[in-house]
């Protein structure tokens, strides 16, 4: 048996010969291929893939896919921007370690890794989303040391759910005060709007442009637009939910108010996970809580089908709190080269991230934080104009 070597492939035509490997051991919606090749050919930034190939035997046995931009490497504290600086990096994506996952072909991935920073003239490198604890994190510590490496940001939730067998088994698992209080949230919008609100669903290829522009008009008033994040109606969302369409993964929810539509669920199906990917209401009816009125409905139609866990996604929310049954915590790593500029740029961002954990300790301690948080999303909101009723920046693939 010939020993392991580690190949890197920069190319589609290269990748097209792994294809059948890569589709047959992906996991993770992130590193679908269809997926990845869409972001490479979607994003201006992108310089090319750049996956590394572990073959035995000529034979490939693992992946560890990424993709090679130009970026900018901001030093932030909370939403303040204090630094940016232009950088050539290699993200590695989340989902991306495919095939034999063992930690000694993690470890040997990672021993690739130093020599392509000048081999791609990379002035950093991410590793997304690494679970806090792993073994991966670990080798990862070991091997490049805090001088060379730390996290993007702070940590972060991730919250899961396992999916009930039934909607019954669902309410069940709710408190007696929980469970009332969800059947009132129903009740009040029947009292208030009766007969004039409803739930609609889109999954088909034909039905995305009705349902991107739905919710656009809901996510333009959101305190998320004021942050530059959550849905936006861009020609790579719209690609993203026609290619979930194809493969009958869409799960667009809307709730309508009069006609208009005012709350919002983008889901879509992977394997036996519902992934939650963005959502949105009209802080004008917040006090109905029409965004958990629509997730209930999201809960209710998947218990009992092929779905075994909904994943929440990354970041703290009082709904996935109230509702989710599992939790840990990540964050991205970035490992710098072993220069000067290297260990300066690393300095400067590990001392960004240790400073906003510290201003986020104090706050949670003097009680702060949340209405801190509370205060700044409704002053976003207050500042967002109202969208026009003709989309002037549709998409123009819809």
Known sequence: MQARQVKVVTSFAELEALRPFWEATQWHPGADYEFF?????????????????MLEDEQPVALLAGRLERSQMKISLGYATLLQLPVRQLILIEGG??????????EQFLKSLSGLFRQLDAKRLIVEQVKAGSAELQSVRRMFGRSRSSAMAGESEHWLMQMPRNWDDFLKSRSKKHRYWL??????????????WDIKIFTSEDEVGEFARAAELVASKTYQRGLGVGFRLQDEVIQRMRNEARRQQLRGYVLFIRGEPKAFWHCFAYGSTLYLASTGY???YRDYEIGTVLLMRVFQDHCGAKIENVDFGLGWAGYKQRFGSERYMESSICIFPKTLQGVVLNGLQGAAVFSAGMAKRLFKRSQLAQQLKTFWRRKLESRIKAPSDTLAETSPNL
Do not use: H, Y
């Open 282 to 284: 009209d802080p004008a």
């Open 37 to 53: 090749r869409m972001i490479i050919q979607s994003r201006g930034n992108i310089i090319s893939p750049c996956v590394l190939v």
């Open 183 to 196: 059947k009132r949230l129903a009740t009040t919008l029947d009292r208030e709007f009766s007969g004039q």
């Open 97 to 106: 370690f495919m095939g034999n996952r063992a930690a000694e072909v993690w």
